[in-house]
């Protein structure tokens, strides 16, 4: 017998190129079947409704209470539909143990961390008081770096780095460069976060290899990822034929909607829509990645190409082929969603407003197979 069926809905997996109107079925925290007529002890109907692989945010900030960026992973996962949380650097080498221990080993949603390269983390990132942590290189220490890695290796995805001129101010480029060497005797990918200049986009793109991930990938002007003529910038073009992922994490700073409508015209998706949520975004404008995955579709991304970049292309770029799909035998993880038409008044980062038609609302969640939340 299943331990739980979902009767009925709109099935997305782009994983397995499926988009069908089909029950699925789950037991022993698998997915079990899907097809149609299924039964199961816990049956619920989700007509109308879209189920998608369990939603994957590769841009979070969930360290709560050890950071003062921090949200707190259940609320959000509880409203927006999110079941693998990828923290994107909060603790350093100095409370990466805490996170872990407090936050990570007792928390119901998955979250998979980043290590920041700076020891002490984003240690100063609040509405009154913002300090970027690479602005003193007294702060950091490749040694702990490793050290702290190697100690967590069976957690760690891979190292982060913040620059410009708010993460890292007079330090420029020497941040990236020491996280660049630190990924490379660990071997792991890096992820790398630039604001406003300097160091300059160009700086920072052709230093990024295979595998690394670019995050605030669709920022506007300035080290915006397009020309003012529309075509992408030469170095994002190389970036992107050498492997390097691009994200797109929205944030409070880092979205523009003027950048993506120039970037899909170009023909350039992101890799990876995520919603950078901390403790000033998860306010307004990103909120949560429903929200940013809903602008998209707003933009004209069609829906199985939005689900694509929150599931099966997150997966890949943490190098978890077992996330971000409902095939036979898989986690037994879902998202249950709404897609609801109306107006809605969107902003980005700079405060452009989009009034779009779709919105995309949780409706619940599957986690180990059974139904964990309705929204």
Known sequence: MNDLVLKGGRIVDPAQGLDTVADIAFADGKVAAIGQG???QDVRDV??????????DLHTHVYWGGTSLGVEAELLARSGG?????DAGSAGPGNFHGFRRHVIEPSPVRILPYLNVAFPGIFAFSKTVMVGENADMRLIDPREAVRVAREHKDLVLGIKVRVGRSASGDSGIQPLDIALDVA???????????????PS????????????????????????????????REEIL??????????????????????????LAAGFLPDVISSDVHVISIEGPAFDLLTTMSKFLCLGV??????????????????????????????????????????????????????????????????????????
């Open 184 to 198: 490379e005797d660990l071997g792991l990918p890096l992820m790398a976060h630039l604001d406003a200049p300097p």
């Open 302 to 375: 069609d829906l199985p190409t939005v689900i694509k970049l929150a599931t099966v292309n997150a997966a890949a770029a943490i190098k978890r082929p077992d996330l971000g799909t409902l095939k036979v035998g898989s986690i037994g993880e879902a998202t249950v969603v709404s897609e609801t038409t109306g107006s809605f008044d969107y902003a980005d980062s700079i405060g452009e407003q989009l009034i779009g038609t779709k919105r995309l609302v949780s409706a619940g969640v599957v986690l180990a197979g059974r139904w964990w939340h309705p929204a």
């Open 238 to 263: 190389a970036a992107r034929a050498r492997g390097v992922i691009f994200d797109i994490g929205h944030g409070g700073g880092s979205f523009g909607f003027g950048t993506t409508r120039g970037m």
């Open 47 to 56: 007509a109308g409704k879209i189920v998608t692989p369990g939603l994957i």
């Open 82 to 86: 999110v079941t693998t949380f990828v």
């Open 201 to 232: 986009r160009r700086e920072v793109v052709d230093r990024l290899r295979p595998g690394d991930i670019l995050t605030h990938c669709f920022r506007p002007f300035p080290n915006a990822p397009i020309r003012p003529d529309g075509k992408v």
């Open 38 to 40: 299924l039964s199961g």
